[in-house]
């Protein structure tokens, strides 16, 4: 993860590549289908075998012969860019708990041996998380995951969410080092980019009971707007914008709500940053073909930021926006205005404590940091969908290891906790201290 916060950042407002749109079809399969083969909630429908020229033939007859019954009409089918607007995916939900997080937490509770704060440890595996799938040999779990909540739907009689963040995007990661990822564009990591974001697709295909939430490759976007000069990020960035589209064209096709990553006040919310960001954000929504479940942005992902500061800690100084809500409220109608009406989320799960930066730019295993505010979709604001923990706090930011290769510098900073795993490695020392420092406490 990559979060810079200068305001001198800003180094290029460059458009992304333009790439041609593929053609939609009103129907699945047929020659020259590319798309899904499966029909996902009645929305596309098998007409001939030549989509879009309408000359058809029998050499390939496609998936069945017969019509699919066509309820596209349904103006609130997922998968439709048109029809009223889904709305907030929140309300009326319980938000389910991952079972990874919540053995991650137990585990480490057993293993703190003052029983008040084992005891405050173990509330934490209640508390909803995003599940990331930063790595395709995870994908199948999703699979056991939505079985689970949907068992949970038919017992509780609830409907239930289900909180992921997608991020495997080619060369991942572009500005820094510790969290590289597994593709590289330069070894077909496009392609195989694509291929995980399907298979995701398959399991969420087989579970339209489910309503799915996802965050949408953390710091990638970001990266565009302040990054460009930096080779790596330059040399991704037409791979960030195809890979960024085909994921929500995808996952709008099942009604995943989506939000994708803005970065933080400290980056994204330099003023300088809103216009250039806004530009690259409706550029990717409308290219999409403005996708009617890419409901907005995720912000703060695995970031420090308080929601509401009463005053400015002096690390964010002399940014006017400096904290969440006051660079989404800033961020929303420059959005709105590029053709982007976007609601938001925010991750407070590591946000209890301010002031524990001498850089905003900070963004590796903050020392004195804390667990914060509860999920919850009280959030004071109506550009707010809701407050959410995303990234699942006692998971490492990057290893303090500089022999290792994916140390960054910014894991060995003099703020940063000492003793540092692996990025997304479970890091005991640094949960222990987001639990003591718990604001509201556990
Ligand atoms: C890591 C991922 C991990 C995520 C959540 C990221 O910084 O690169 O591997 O899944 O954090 O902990």
Redesign the pocket.
Known sequence: ?FKLATFAALTAAVPLLASAQSATWGQCGGNGWSGFTRVYFGHCTYVNDWPGTGSGTTSNPGPGTTTVPDVSTTSDEPGTTEGPDPGNPYPGYDVWLTPYYASEVSAAAAAITDPALAAKALKVAEIPTFT?F?VVAKVPTLDAYLADAKAQQEETGRKVLVQI?V?NLPDR?CAAK??HGEFIIADGGLAKYKNYVDQIAAIIAKYPEIRVVAVIE?DSLANMVTNMGVPKCAGAAAAYKEGTIYTVKALNELGVFMYMDGGHAGWIGWPANLEPAADIYAEIYNEAGKPRYLRGIATNV?NYNALRASSPDPATVPNPNYDEARYIEAFAPILAAAGFPAKFIVDQGRSGVQGIRTVWGHWCNVKGAGFGTRPTGETGSADIDQIVWI??GG????TSDSTADRYDESCGVDTAHENAPE??AWFQAYFEMLVKNANPTL
């Open positions: 993860m990331w930063d963040v991020y990661d510790a969290s953390p695995s990234k699942p998971e490492g930011d990057g990025a997304g």
